[in-house]
């Protein structure tokens, strides 16, 4: 994600009123983009928890490792 520069919100600036939206317009939609993948992510780590923690509850061992997001590994045994 490329944040606009200075000179290019000047530039916009410039250019009048429709101009200088755009790159706001640019980097709401980018922002949404990111907050949806860290919504979808959280949810599949607190599944794969609450799905790791019933199998316990049920005397199951569940050894299976979650990729969460950030690429950080979790495993279900660390819970």
Do not use: C, H
């Not at 949404?32 to 949810?43: A, F």
Request: proline share 3%; aromatic share 4%; hydrophobic share 35%.
């Amino acid at each position: 994600m490329n944040i606009p520069t200075r000179d290019e919100l000047r530039a916009a600036y410039r250019q009048g009123e429709e101009a200088s939206i755009q790159p706001f317009e640019w980097l709401i939609q980018k922002l949404q983009v990111q907050q949806d993948r860290l919504k979808k992510n959280s949810k599949n780590v607190i599944d794969a928890i609450l799905s790791a923690a019933a199998g316990e509850e049920r005397g199951e061992i569940n050894e299976e490792v979650i990729k969460v997001g950030s690429g950080k590994k979790i495993s279900s045994a660390n819970l």
